[in-house]
């Protein structure tokens, strides 16, 4: 996914170019979009999405930016009206320019000052089940989405186990409801409680497909930690303008 009008990125407006280059205007702007995305309709979620990758494109510490701000919304709004910010964060990732890689690091992750803002990390510390659910399929998706983000997080061999496990024992602990399995939502309800659907089976199922890809992997790598350590330490060169000073548009350090 890439912007189709590559040349007005190359000559923003006046307007558009504040958004792009001021740190205070993108963060204004990026925190507005957040906002509007916690309680819009499909339409404008989509609109806004699009918007967000158009000022991503080629950009890096707008980038960092918005998934920083993504992530924190992630990790605090109520767990029903998660959906919009993951699917926001997704198209991010998807992005197909020079930064592609190193975004998908920095979310998976997190950065050298603030390792806390991951996906991992949020599975890893959440106390609330759903919360944790959707962390786990968007990584999934993502995966099943993009090469470059299912290299990467098959890299991340005992995390991504962890998480899986951790999916395999909700959806065992939880006996099967037909009627629940076809009209509850563990990403709409506002229930707290975690419930085996359809959904989330079928999220178990393709996360068990990634570790039966990562223990293929494993058989045939003498020492498949090197390649954990190697993409995790790269995911903190990726910073974001308050933590190396740059404004957006910076580059990418190492």
């Known amino acids: 996914m890439i912007p189709s009008d590559i040349e007005s990125l190359q000559n923003p407006s006046p307007g558009m170019h504040q958004i792009l280059f001021s740190v205070e205007m993108s963060r204004a702007f990026i925190q507005e979009c957040c906002s509007t995305l916690r309680d819009c309709d499909a339409s404008t979620a989509d609109a806004i999405s699009h918007m967000i990758c158009y000022c991503c494109y080629c950009n890096q510490s707008f980038s960092a930016c918005i998934i920083e701000e993504l992530q924190n919304n992630i990790s605090t709004v109520p767990p029903n009206e998660?959906?919009?910010?993951?699917?926001?964060?997704t198209e991010v990732l998807l992005i197909e320019d020079s930064l592609q890689s190193k975004?998908?690091?920095?979310?998976?992750?997190?950065?050298?000052?603030?390792?806390?803002?991951?996906?991992?990390?949020?599975?890893?510390?959440?106390s609330e089940s759903k919360r944790i659910y959707q962390g786990i399929k968007f990584i999934v998706g993502l995966a099943n989405r993009c090469f470059k983000?299912?290299?990467?997080?098959l890299a991340q061999g005992e995390q991504l186990q962890t998480a899986v496990s951790w999916l395999r024992r909700k959806i065992n602990d939880h006996s099967w409801s037909h009627a629940s399995a076809f009209s509850f939502s563990n990403e709409s309800?506002?229930?707290k409680i975690f419930q085996r659907t359809i959904?989330?089976?079928?999220?178990?199922?393709e996360a068990n497909a990634l570790l039966?890809?990562?223990e293929a992997r494993d058989s045939r790598a003498p020492n498949p930690s090197l390649t954990t350590t190697s993409t995790t330490s790269s995911s903190s060169s990726f910073k974001s303008s308050r933590e190396s000073g740059n404004t957006p548009g910076g580059n990418i350090e190492g």
């Open 82 to 89: 998660l959906k919009s910010y993951f699917k926001a964060l």
């Open 103 to 126: 975004r998908i690091q920095f979310t998976l992750a997190g950065g050298k000052y603030k390792p806390e803002l991951s996906i991992f990390k949020t599975i890893q510390t959440s």
């Open 212 to 214: 039966n890809e990562l």
């Open 189 to 191: 309800s506002t229930s």
């Open 199 to 205: 959904s989330a089976q079928d999220t178990l199922d």
């Open 149 to 153: 983000a299912r290299d990467f997080i």
